[in-house]
């Protein structure tokens, strides 16, 4: 179960590099900002991803980091993601591997069969802190939500952060 308190599946997926990665390789020890992307082409994931891309310098200085995971072929990730200007990864699941493992389908786009739009934030563990449905856009970590999430997780998991 998706929930906070249980611990994430260890996602062994394609970079928009094409290189084989691992979600706990891309954590690197840090806490992180999971989020599950339609993929390029819906305008309602560009909005959000340019959200997530202006605050990409924060995370890099917090010690955290943004992960970002769709249908999209690693090659249009990585068009995407230099649109965006981002720097943190994005994962391919174009063979659509985790996509029922995790219970994640949109159902209502039998078109792309795309991840419904969920994020997470997680223990650099793995464990989650926070879900996030994000079907309604409203659904969706806000930065805000975001920063107080990693606030939260780096008090527990950084030994000098002085509560």
């Given at each position: 179960m998706l929930e906070p308190g249980s611990v994430f599946h260890d996602l062994d997926l394609p970079d928009h590099t094409g290189r084989e990665r691992r979600l706990s390789e891309v954590a690197g020890g840090d806490p992180?900002?999971?989020v599950f992307s339609?993929?390029?082409?819906?305008p309602k994931e560009q909005r959000y991803l340019r959200e997530l891309s202006a605050l990409q310098d924060e995370f890099e200085v917090a010690y955290?980091?943004?992960?970002v995971v769709s249908i999209d072929a690693p090659e249009v990730q990585s068009a995407f993601r230099a649109g965006l200007g981002a720097r943190f990864v994005f994962l391919s699941d174009g063979d659509r591997r985790w996509l029922e493992q995790l219970d994640l389908l949109e159902e209502t786009d039998s078109t792309h069969r795309p991840y419904r739009p969920t994020a997470f934030t997680l223990h650099p563990d793995l464990t989650i802190h926070a879900a996030y449905d994000g079907y309604w856009y409203w659904g969706r970590p806000t930065a805000e939500d975001l920063r107080q999430d990693m606030r939260a997780i780096s008090r527990t998991v950084r030994e000098d952060f002085k509560r």
């Open positions: 992180v900002a999971l339609r993929g390029w082409w819906c955290t980091r943004i992960v």
